[in-house]
């Protein structure tokens, strides 16, 4: 095969490792185009071009990630990654690890983790890399490299959650869910939500946005019902789809174009914690961004004429 065509066969594997690795869609596309050149300028072929490529692409977002770092620290509000709809790299023998890795919880959790920390994790615990591939990929030791996943390990395993429901599970309650929104019911709502659920958003100061996280099933449940037919009002809609592996909605405005998103985390058989991205800046990759303020704005002279 051409240069071209070995790293347009592992361009998903690439792009996974990267998004786990950053939480971010475009520097994630970013981190492969600049492997890509530097796969591209080389003068001579690795042995191995997968080993080659992964070891690039998690230097490149290592680096990345540092920078990025700062950013999030500054951040207005509270930060969630940029929503991915679908993987693109499949792995049926490691299904499950794909899935449960590139959630919205999990990739908070990698948060937690310096940047050595969480490229290995990514490389180890998620794609299986041996020890030797790692240790070339982030430059340090074989030791030193199963010494960063045993911290790792650590820090992960002390924030998940206890219970996961299965897969059909989460898509039953989820259609639940939905259907309660739409109707703006807010005991069947209620119903479906634990007792300490939150509602967390993401605006980074670009939007109108949540002041805070909102805690308890009373309060959640009467804020999205609330939330709904205010906005359902001036055409917003929502579609069900899949959010990071979990299930989730696009909600767009009357023109089709995507206001924000909601990404439902289940436990023990009721939704735990409810986030939703409106940032314009983490949207685009999805279609064409509405104006929330526009929207805001539409809203709220329609409750005055109402009043």
Avoid at 127 to 143: D, T
Avoid at 254 to 268: P, S
Wanted: hydrophobic residues 45%; neutral net charge; aromatic residues 8%.
């Amino acid at each position: 095969m051409s240069k071209a065509e070995e790293f347009e066969e592992l361009r998903p594997l690439l792009f996974s490792i990267a998004y786990r690795i950053l939480g971010s869609v475009g520097e994630a596309e970013d981190a492969v185009q600049e492997t890509w050149l530097r796969f591209d300028g080389s003068t001579t072929r690795p042995a191995s071009t997968k080993a080659f490529l992964s070891a690039a692409v998690t230097r490149i977002s290592i680096d990345v990630l540092r920078s990025a770092r700062v950013r999030r620290e500054q951040y207005v509000g509270p930060w969630l990654p940029e929503p991915l709809l679908s993987d693109p790299y499949q792995d049926p023998a490691r299904a499950a690890e794909l899935a449960d890795s590139v959630s919205m919880a999990a990739l908070l959790l990698l948060e937690r983790l310096s940047p050595p920390e969480r490229a290995v994790f990514v490389l180890r615990e998620v794609f299986a890399f041996g020890f030797g591939e790692i240790a070339a990929a982030v430059g340090r030791s074989e030791a030193a490299c199963r010494q960063l996943l045993v911290r790792a390990r650590r820090h992960m395993e002390a924030g998940r959650p206890r219970f996961e429901a299965d897969r059909q599970e989460r898509q039953e309650l989820a259609e639940r869910f939905f259907d309660a929104l739409r109707e703006g019911d807010v005991d069947a709502l209620r119903e479906l939500l634990a007792a300490d659920a939150s509602v967390v958003g993401d605006g980074g100061g670009r939007t109108p946005q949540l002041a805070r996280a909102v805690f308890g099933a009373d309060k959640v449940a009467r804020l999205l019902a609330s939330f709904f037919l205010r906005t359902a009002g001036v055409g917003v809609t929502f579609e069900p789809h899949e959010i990071n592996g979990q299930p989730g909605a696009i909600f767009r405005d009357r023109d089709g174009r995507v206001l924000h998103i909601l990404a439902l985390d289940v436990l023990d058989g009721r939704i735990r914690t409810i986030r939703s991205v409106i940032n314009p800046d983490k949207l685009g990759h999805l279609g064409p961004v509405a104006d929330a303020w526009a929207i805001d704005r539409e809203v709220r002279r329609a409750r005055r004429r109402s009043d």
